[in-house]
């Protein structure tokens, strides 16, 4: 899952995941409110798409910023193992901090070019998409990887 509100920051980073040949899925919440619906559904299982086995976050977010998504997730008991990364235009020690605090897995700030955006999608995919186990709250089986 992706939540960003950007739309030159969604163009690039769908052109990053396919240069760095990621194949999971993927939903785009527009906002840090669209964000918090779709993933109270996927949580109560409302018909929504299964609960998401990474969160891509930016921080600076319409409607609800991005630091609190990320408390809102925390504080949810079927969400609050997923991971959740945040990617940043914010280089901001506080910001960092926060992060943190409230429950980041991993902090990265957003490169101004291209090829430093695939890179980090490409480690993103390698640790979290392929090697790393889910919590067993986003797969059926807590043994398989998030496949897509």
């Known amino acids: 899952m992706l939540v960003e509100d950007n739309e030159d920051d969604l163009f ?4 990053a995941l396919k240069k760095a040949e990621v194949e999971n899925p ?10 918090i619906d ?3 559904q996927a949580a109560a299982g409302k018909g929504a ?8 976050l930016d921080l600076k977010l319409a409607k609800l910023p991005g ?3 990320l408390k809102w997730i925390r504080e949810q008991p079927p969400l609050k193992t997923v991971p959740v990364i945040v990617l940043s235009a914010s280089r901001d ?3 960092i901090e926060t992060a943190y605090a ?6 990265f700030a957003k490169p101004s070019e291209i090829d430093g955006l695939v890179e980090i999608i490409k480690l993103l995919r390698d640790y979290w998409l392929k090697h790393c186990i889910p919590p067993p709250v986003c797969v059926e089986d807590p043994a398989e990887v ?3």
Not at 12 to 15: A, Q
Not at 102 to 107: H, V
């Open 146 to 148: 998030c496949a897509g």
């Open 38 to 40: 779709f993933l109270r």
């Open 102 to 107: 409230l429950g980041a897995n991993s902090y």
């Open 67 to 69: 630091l609190e998504v």
């Open 26 to 35: 993927l939903y785009v919440a527009s906002d840090g409110q669209h964000a």
């Open 12 to 15: 690039f980073m769908k052109l």
């Open 49 to 56: 798409p299964a609960i998401p086995c990474l969160i891509v």
């Open 93 to 95: 020690d506080r910001d």
